[in-house]
């Protein structure tokens, strides 16, 4: 197509007045109505398996069955767990503040007496995670992000060599925003490398631990059971949550990590707090049942998402195959998937798109402090908008980066 061709099709597509997001991972009203029952399972049985009361104070590292049911969900012993209230952001915020605070199991200091606290960030990553650094004031380096996970030839000398390096984020299971997962070379790699830094941490967000797209569950080795077996116990802290599971805004969070690193947690919970929702633990587990049950409940999910999904790569291959414009990633779960365009061009791409009524997640916003060093990647999340409303947005995105590329 000519620029002039390019342009055209770009004014018709705007002058259609369309109104669509793209920006988050959020899961749409059919998603949260499969979790209606949720707001009637605890009527009046409200004690936990121990004979708490969970309308009083008190637990404040979860019930005993919720702290089963989760330890299931990410193979961790129920004694390796700290159930939560609705955020796992929340509990990895505060477990970064903790150790910024009070020395973690293993190290000699709290962080914030050390001259520089860095951390590794895989790229592209999730923007609430170096979100979290900003914030901290901890400075953030970047690591290649693969379809195995981290890129472990270039993690594995910047720990070795750097003791400012404490941390790690990685998103094992359909990460945002590739949906990488992370392969067993890896897994193990991860627990045995040489750290300079004696209490280096890795946050093992695995927020999409059972959130497949396809028939079977995605199966990865246990991280905490390959720090152990490597002799690095204390290595990993774990995170996940039912956030996209049941209620978004009203699920359960929990995190888990060796007896060392939760008794450390529960020791300054105790001060944090009196105790979480435990009405919401209790109504999960009786909801969900157990792994069978989230499993069966993720099917239901994945019957309104997949469709959606398979717009987004159908539109993309239409508009865009064999142009040597755009590549693609092609996820077996999670919530998003990423477009790389030309370089230099991914800012461009948004703007268009919002003022033809596309809303996408800023050009940027999957590198550290939002800057992508060669403006070419955009994160897609097609949960929320109908497939109809999908099919719209993508013939407008693509439009976006075919008239971006031609200048």
């Known amino acids: 197509m000519s620029h002039s061709d390019l342009q055209r099709r770009y004014d018709e597509l705007r002058g259609l007045g369309l109104s669509l997001d793209m920006t988050r991972g959020k899961p749409c009203s059919a998603q949260l109505d499969l979790s209606a029952e949720l707001l009637t399972?605890?009527?009046?049985d409200v004690r936990a398996t121990d004979g708490t009361d969970c309308r009083n104070y008190g637990g404040v590292d979860g019930l005993p069955e919720a702290k089963a049911f989760f330890a299931g969900m990410v193979g961790v012993a129920p004694n390796e767990v700290v159930v939560g209230g609705n955020s796992s952001l929340s509990l990895m915020y505060d477990t970064v503040v903790r150790c910024l605070l009070h020395t973690p199991p293993g190290g000699d200091k709290p962080w914030r007496q050390l001259p520089k606290i860095r951390w590794a960030c895989p790229?592209?990553?999730?923007?609430?995670?170096f979100g979290v650094c900003e914030n901290l004031g901890i400075e953030m380096t970047t690591v290649p992000m693969t379809d195995d996970g981290p890129d472990m030839d270039a993690l594995e000398p910047l720990v070795a060599a750097d003791a400012s390096v404490r941390g790690l984020w990685v998103v094992p299971r359909?990460?945002?925003?590739?949906?990488?997962?992370?392969?067993?070379d890896v897994v193990r790699r991860l627990a045995r490398m040489r750290t300079a830094a004696p209490d280096f941490r890795i946050v093992w967000d695995d927020a999409y631990a059972v959130h497949v797209l396809g028939a079977e569950p995605v199966e990865i080795p246990s991280i905490l059971a390959a720090c152990k077996e490597a002799g690095n116990p204390d290595r990993v802290f774990?995170?996940?949550?039912?956030?996209?599971?049941?209620?978004?805004g009203a699920g359960v969070a929990f995190m888990a990590g060796s007896e060392a690193n939760m008794a450390w947690t529960r020791k300054h919970l105790?001060?944090?707090?009196?105790?979480?929702?435990?009405?919401?633990?209790?109504?999960?587990?009786?909801?969900?049942?157990d792994l069978a049950g989230i499993r069966a409940h993720m099917q239901r999910h994945a019957a309104i998402l997949r469709?959606?999904?398979?717009?987004?790569?159908?539109?993309?291959?239409?508009?865009?195959?064999?142009?040597?414009?755009?590549?693609?990633?092609r996820p077996r779960g999670g919530y998003f998937m990423?477009?790389?365009?030309?370089?230099?061009?991914?800012?461009?791409?948004?703007?268009?798109?919002?003022?033809?009524?596309?809303?996408?997640?800023p050009a940027g916003a999957t590198y550290p402090y939002g800057k992508d060093p060669d403006d070419r990647v955009l994160r897609l999340a097609p949960s929320f908008p109908t497939v109809e409303e999908i099919e719209q947005a993508m013939r407008v995105v693509a439009a976006c980066v075919r008239l971006a590329a031609a200048g």
């Open 123 to 129: 790229v592209p990553g999730y923007d609430r995670h």
């Open 238 to 248: 774990l995170f996940g949550s039912t956030s996209k599971i049941t209620f978004a």
């Open 270 to 289: 105790s001060i944090q707090t009196i105790g979480p929702d435990k009405l919401n633990q209790l109504r999960h587990v009786r909801f969900l049942g």
């Open 41 to 44: 399972t605890v009527t009046g």
């Open 174 to 184: 359909f990460s945002n925003p590739t949906g990488a997962v992370v392969s067993p």
């Open 307 to 329: 469709p959606k999904f398979e717009r987004v790569l159908s539109v993309l291959e239409e508009e865009l195959g064999g142009s040597g414009l755009a590549t693609w990633t």
């Open 338 to 361: 990423t477009l790389w365009v030309p370089a230099g061009t991914a800012a461009r791409v948004v703007k268009l798109a919002k003022d033809a009524g596309v809303a996408l997640t």
